[in-house]
């Protein structure tokens, strides 16, 4: 019999050991493991949104870089306080180039804005329908931001209540506008 009891007594420890070390050693290991596989299946999703968060913020510094070329582009077209007197110079040459009559080119009150201020023009000219035609042409191709508001184009010699009296020849016509100039005040305080 003790022959019996150490043979179970053997085959009992040679159980318990295996069944020991799965239950005080792998089991809590293959915890450990799912813990961290989970752990780096979570780091490596945000790794990933972290990979898509950086693309987009290239592409938003790209966008804004271009933004700001642009910006510089159109700040490059709105003259200073002192290229006002450039473009005011240039609109009545190009009067003259199309044979336009200036009637009257008066400046309205300036209309102050956040980056920029806008300098109207109430202007009346008086010549043939293809010298306006032209002359707004020609306004347009100046590199510089301009608007026209209130645009009226009348035959004056057909309206008896026209205030020119006959002092426009036949065929021609009368362009009353709004020309608005854009001004960057800030350039001036800069330079």
Same mark, same amino acid.
């Given at each position: 019999?003790?022959?019996?009891?150490?043979?179970?007594?053997?085959? *009992? +420890?040679? %159980?318990? #050991?295996?069944?020991? !070390?799965?239950?005080?050693?792998?089991?809590?290991?293959?915890?450990?493991? *799912?813990?961290?596989? !989970?752990? +780096?299946?979570?780091? =490596?999703?945000? %790794?990933?949104?972290?990979?898509? #968060?950086?693309?987009?913020?290239?592409? %938003?510094?790209? @966008?804004?870089?271009? %933004?700001? =070329?642009?910006?510089?582009?159109?700040? *490059?077209?709105?003259?200073? *306080? !002192?290229?006002?007197?450039?473009? =005011?110079?240039?609109?009545?040459?190009?009067?003259?180039?199309?044979?336009? #009559?200036?009637?009257?080119?008066?400046?309205?009150?300036?209309?102050?804005? !956040?980056?920029?201020?806008?300098?109207? =023009?109430?202007? +009346?000219?008086?010549?043939?329908?293809?010298?306006?035609?032209?002359?707004?042409?020609?306004?347009?191709?100046?590199?510089?931001? @301009?608007?026209?508001?209130?645009?009226?184009?009348?035959?004056?010699?057909?309206?008896?209540?026209?205030?020119?009296?006959?002092? #426009?020849?036949?065929?021609? +016509?009368?362009?009353?506008?709004?020309?608005?100039?854009?001004?960057?005040?800030?350039?001036?305080?800069?330079?």
């Amino acid at each position: 019999m003790n022959h019996t009891i150490r043979q179970v007594a053997f085959f *009992a +420890v040679l %159980l318990a #050991v295996p069944l020991g !070390a799965w239950a005080f050693v792998f089991k809590p290991r293959n915890t450990e493991i *799912a813990m961290a596989r !989970a752990d +780096v299946d979570l780091r =490596l999703a945000q %790794l990933d949104e972290l990979r898509e #968060v950086e693309s987009i913020n290239d592409d %938003l510094e790209k @966008t804004l870089e271009q %933004l700001d =070329l642009a910006l510089n582009e159109l700040r *490059a077209r709105i003259p200073d *306080a !002192a290229g006002i007197e450039d473009i =005011l110079r240039r609109i009545a040459e190009i009067t003259q180039e199309n044979r336009l #009559v200036v009637r009257s080119f008066k400046r309205e009150k300036t209309i102050p804005s !956040a980056h920029y201020v806008e300098m109207p =023009l109430k202007t +009346v000219i008086e010549g043939s329908f293809e010298g306006i035609h032209r002359f707004l042409v020609d306004l347009e191709r100046i590199p510089r931001i @301009t608007r026209i508001l209130d645009m009226k184009i009348e035959n004056p010699n057909s309206n008896p209540m026209s205030r020119s009296n006959g002092q #426009v020849a036949q065929g021609d +016509v009368r362009a009353e506008m709004t020309i608005t100039i854009y001004a960057d005040l800030e350039k001036e305080t800069q330079g």
